[in-house]
């Protein structure tokens, strides 16, 4: 009894809290005159969170048809000896038909005992498992591309090496498949490690919040923007006529040796509906250290940067609700850095203003908001929870501002937090954003013509 009078009591502290967001906004509406660039800021970012939080309630998990496609697993592994049997052996144990089920390991020329994890387990399997050892690696892509062209299944489906799916995951992940307009299908991610650290804390109320609620909102539309490593489907008919751009796609010049997921996702986005499957659920683990995340959180920032430009080529053929999120969602990063400097330290030390009080309750607000969500939504009333408002904070003191710097070093090829060789090619001391954006671009656009006959007969 006690645990639902809580949740009826969080629900509620939630909902009182964007009441008085959104009450604020509207009584001061009027203000905006006196501070246009904080008021139209402050309106647009809690309208486009708030429409987040709006759009998830009428999400719904695609529904159990009883749909049994033939399915292959790619797993690439890079140095991953440690994760990779367990995460095989989890596939393994999926509660889908074995002889519908193909598993393919891809070893990207590890310098650990990778190769034999895998063969050990390849072994046990039965046949179940066929496994591709690259002798120098080669990068993520060429793993997964060498994956998808071994195998012939019309669904083909990618788990990272360091996640582990539940027995119903893939069972439950194809049924969108049902829709014939569906190209991919990006399953729910948990925090495998979520008690290891403070960061692994924060991070399971993010990706609880991320999912949840910014998928599923993109979901309503069919169009979510990354169909995340960690668990995620493609129709094979959707990536074929993509899969050696996508392979050897570059950025400036350079090889895009990260972004996989992202990049594959944009070639499928544009011409069928991308969706999430919340009951789908894969665990990954995720950086216990701070430099390793902070690698980590560089490495997608960049592939934003790149993906971004590409995706807002196309994004305003979809849905206008699911296209305007997709565009504001693109210039709320490159603005708030300066918000924050403006409202912290401009307006004070400069202007003579009072301290950033507003700004900050704002903060907290938002930060309530994602917190009390998840305690309502994962029904865990100790202090986990508490960590989604440290990461707020965080965000404001470490993430924001890497934005800039991700920009300014979109073209590196290095992934940052692991030693690969493949794509590995001396910075440049020219910084990105003084090098015309207009290639990539025109990169991406000129395959257009050169797809479209292959699209319709697949289609």
């Not at 403006?342 to 950033?356: D, K, N, S, T, Y």
């Not at 890497?402 to 030693?419: D, K, L, N, V």
């Not at 671009?441 to 257009?448: D, I, M, P, S, W």
């Amino acid at each position: 009894m006690l645990p639902r009078l809580a949740s009826f009591a969080v629900a509620a502290y939630l909902l009182l809290i964007l009441a008085a967001i959104v009450a604020y906004k509207i009584a001061f509406a009027g203000q905006i005159a006196l501070d246009p660039w904080f008021g139209i800021y402050g309106i647009v970012v809690t309208t486009y969170i708030l429409s987040r939080f709006v759009l998830s309630l009428w999400y719904r998990a695609p529904m159990d048809v009883g749909l049994r496609p033939r399915v292959a697993v790619i797993m690439p592994g890079f140095n991953e000896e440690q994760a990779i049997a367990s995460s095989l052996r989890s596939i393994l144990a999926l509660d889908y038909p074995a002889e519908l089920l193909q598993i393919i390991a891809v070893n990207d020329g590890s310098t650990d005992d990778t190769i034999g994890e895998m063969r050990r387990v390849e072994a046990e399997a039965g046949g179940r498992i066929r496994v591709i050892d690259f002798p120098e690696n080669r990068g993520k892509r060429a793993a997964m591309a060498a994956g998808i062209r071994a195998t012939d299944a019309e669904i083909v489906a990618f788990v990272d090496s360091d996640s582990e799916l539940e027995p119903d995951a893939m069972a439950k992940l194809v049924q969108a498949f049902d829709d014939e307009r569906v190209g991919a299908v990006c399953g729910h991610a948990e925090v495998l490690n979520v008690r290891e650290t403070w960061l692994t804390k924060m991070q399971a109320v993010r990706y609880f919040v991320a999912f949840k609620v910014f998928k599923a909102a993109e979901s309503v539309f069919g169009a979510v923007t990354c169909c995340s490593g960690c668990f995620s489907a493609y129709r094979r008919d959707a990536i074929m006529p993509r899969l050696d751009w996508w392979e050897t796609q570059t950025f400036l010049g350079r090889e895009s040796t990260f972004g996989d997921d992202r990049s594959l996702t944009n070639c499928v986005l544009r011409k069928w509906r991308v969706v999430y499957h919340a009951d789908a659920v894969s665990h990954t683990a995720v950086p216990t250290t701070f430099k390793k995340f902070m690698r980590q959180q560089a490495r997608w920032k960049r592939s934003w940067t790149r993906e971004s430009l590409l995706v807002a080529t196309f994004m305003w053929r979809k849905h206008p609700a699911a296209s305007l999120a997709v565009y504001v969602g693109m210039i709320l990063p490159l603005i708030a850095p300066i918000t924050a400097l403006r409202a912290v330290f401009w307006r004070p030390l400069v202007q003579g203003h009072a301290a950033p009080l507003i700004y900050l309750v704002g903060i907290y607000a938002i930060a309530l908001v994602y917190s009390l969500y998840f305690a309502v939504r994962k029904r865990q009333y100790d202090t986990l929870w508490i960590y989604g408002i440290a990461f707020v904070f965080f965000y404001l003191a470490f993430m924001l501002w890497q934005t800039y710097y991700a920009i300014f070093t979109s073209r590196t090829a290095s992934w940052g937090t692991r030693p690969a060789t493949a794509g590995m090619i001396k910075e440049d001391p020219v910084p990105a954003v003084l090098v015309p954006r207009a290639a990539a671009v025109a990169q991406f656009a000129a395959t257009e013509h050169q797809t479209d006959d292959a699209d319709r007969a697949v289609r």
